[in-house]
């Protein structure tokens, strides 16, 4: 599998407590973005962060830290990344999906 | 039946604690751990009323201590959060902070037992 140099990086950003049929929201994400053929994709854990809310979530203070944030990234060519969109909008009930143009240095599976 | 005293006054100090525990926390802020201190100071206001109001007005029966005393204050005051938080704050170099959190908590914690000490004896 390769990834054009001209690729497009997508972050999803949302909440740890966040579900998708039962299932946590981030790793249905991942599921499907591996299902769906795409190059990779990464969940990070953050310990510190608020939303659209304004509801401070910190590892810091234990009653806070219920809905830690959660970044996926997701680097894959222009087009995959536009087929991936519609399963997003009907997953990220609460959140934030940006796009952003992403130069591919290097992809080497092995 | 101290055994449904016990269960009730800990499910109902476990709630109250979240409930109020958080409202404070997201009502000072993130960078302090408000919500456990004010929750713990209160309930150390609290066992000291009812200490008070059992021993010297023997107003309150066996059953009752255990599920005000031992059930809802022991459930509702938190030292594992306190000591994990208090943790926290040393772990991210905030010493003044955390040496505040502990002053506080045992400090403030005396004094309010006191107080509500006090005002069980004026009822």
Known sequence: MQIPRDGKLLRIFIGEADKWKAEPLHEA??????????????????????????????????????DLPIIIEIVDSDEKISAFLPHLDAMVKEGLITLEKANVIMYRPD | ????????????????????????????????????????????????????????????????????????????????????????LLKSGENLSALCNVMASVLLGFVVLKVGILIGKLI
């Not at chain 2, 997201?26 to 009323?49: D, E, K, M, Q």
Request: hydrophobic share 50%.
């Open chain 1, 29 to 66: 994400i991942v599921h499907l973005a591996r299902k769906e053929g795409m190059a990779g994709a990464t969940a990070v854990k953050g310990f510190l962060g608020f939303g659209a809310k304004s509801h401070m979530h910190t590892t810091k203070i234990l009653r806070l830290s219920e």
């Open chain 2, 1 to 88: 039946m101290k055994w449904v005293h016990l269960a009730i006054g800990g499910m109902a100090g476990t709630f109250a604690r979240y409930a109020f525990g958080g409202f404070v926390q997201r009502l000072f802020g993130a960078s302090f751990p408000y919500g456990t201190l004010i929750v713990n100071l209160t309930g150390c206001f609290a066992v000291g009323f009812f200490s008070v109001i059992s021993e010297e007005k023997f107003l309150l029966g066996p059953n009752d201590r255990i599920f005000l005393m031992i059930g809802f204050c022991g459930a509702y005051t938190t030292f594992s959060t306190f000591i994990l938080e208090t943790s926290n």
